[in-house]
């Protein structure tokens, strides 16, 4: 059986440029990872970053998936269901329950996105109700969509779709706006998009795909929007499998605790990026990027240390 120096979870930013580094550390790993891209691809304007003027979420990942692949590195689309501690290191179980073996382990296992927790969310995905505007925009051309959110996810969302829908609702349950002042003042001018404050989804209407959305106001009657389709954009959370099997420090939102090495609370295995308590959590590609690169370089230096055979 192979045994890998390091095994990367996740396939996001963090993950790519850990990789990036310990490829030139000459560290034996693989990354593994569901969703290639992680949940940036699910951005479609990017404006932050310091080498693009402006790219795609999906553009941006390829770009470094490319530089990663180029190193010869080996990218698995996979999930990890589980994950042992060792003597000398960890197993890791892939969904075909294969065991993987590695001296460490990084987790960059991101986030995902919310749910709203209503009544019939589930029976709309993919029938009106989508998280992606990357993904599934285009199928609302000339067509009326809603957007739930008031921070920069769901501001780049109507943005966008008011590129390509006839109507835009950004549906808001406070009374300002917050986020990148930049796109705050881009939804504030924007003829198509109409924002609503102070409102909650309360509910879902369609026969067998999305055709209505009650409203919930703490002041006034309960409205109803006649819409094609809702993104909603209401920020993500950590997913707790690995870090629950692993027994490791979090906050009590379920982000990984690290140090400034990124190592968790568990010897040899590091987390980076948004599933992390680091940067000040503020979960941006550049942060991400950077905790990778230092969990990279600490996990290399825990090597050479430890001297693990
Ligand atoms: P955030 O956590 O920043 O915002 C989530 C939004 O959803 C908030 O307005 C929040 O309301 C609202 N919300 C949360 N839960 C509910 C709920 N149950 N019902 C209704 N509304 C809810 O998440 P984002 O995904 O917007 O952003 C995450 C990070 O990613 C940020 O750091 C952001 O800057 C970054 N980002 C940057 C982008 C860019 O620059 N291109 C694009 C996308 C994200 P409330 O305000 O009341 O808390």
């Given at each position: ?71 010869g ?39 995902k ?19 992606c ?30 590129k ?31 924002v ?47 870090t ?63 001297e693990?055979?």
């Amino acid at each position: 059986m192979t045994k890998y120096d390091l095994i990367i979870i996740g396939t996001g930013p963090a993950a790519y440029t850990a990789s990036i580094y310990a490829a030139r550390y000459k560290l034996k790993h693989i990354i593994i990872g569901e969703k290639l891209g992680g949940l940036v691809t699910e951005t479609n304007k990017i404006c932050n970053f310091p080498s693009e003027e402006e790219i795609s979420g999906i553009d941006l990942m390829k770009k470094m998936e490319t530089r990663v692949k180029n190193l010869g590195i080996n990218i698995l689309n996979d999930k990890i269901i589980d994950i042992q501690k060792t003597k000398d290191g960890f197993y890791v179980t892939n969904q075909n329950e294969k065991k993987i073996k590695t001296k460490t382990v990084l987790l960059a296992t991101g986030t995902k996105s919310r749910k709203l927790e209503i009544n019939n969310e589930n029976k709309y995905i993919g029938k009106g109700v989508s998280h992606c505007a990357t993904c599934d925009a285009m199928f609302y051309k000339n067509k009326n969509v809603a957007i739930i959110g008031g921070s920069d996810s769901a501001h780049v969302t109507s943005l966008y779709l008011s590129k390509i829908a006839k109507k835009v609702y950004q549906i808001y349950r406070k009374d300002k706006l917050r986020g990148d002042p930049t796109w705050i003042e881009q939804v504030k001018n924007n003829k198509k998009i109409e924002v609503i404050f102070n409102n909650n989804i309360q509910e879902l209407k369609g026969d067998k795909i999305l055709e209505e959305i009650i409203l919930k106001n703490p002041y006034q009657k309960n409205k109803s929007l006649k819409v094609d389709g809702l993104f909603i954009k209401i920020g993500s959370t950590p997913d707790g499998l690995l870090t629950n099997k692993l027994k490791l420090a979090q906050d009590k939102e379920g982000y990984i605790k690290v140090n400034n090495q990124q190592e968790t609370s568990l010897q040899g295995v590091w987390a980076a990026g948004d599933v992390t308590t680091a940067s000040n959590k503020l979960k941006q590609i550049i942060t991400a990027c950077s905790e990778g690169a230092i969990a990279a370089d600490s996990i290399f230096n825990f090597m050479q240390r430890k001297e693990i055979p």
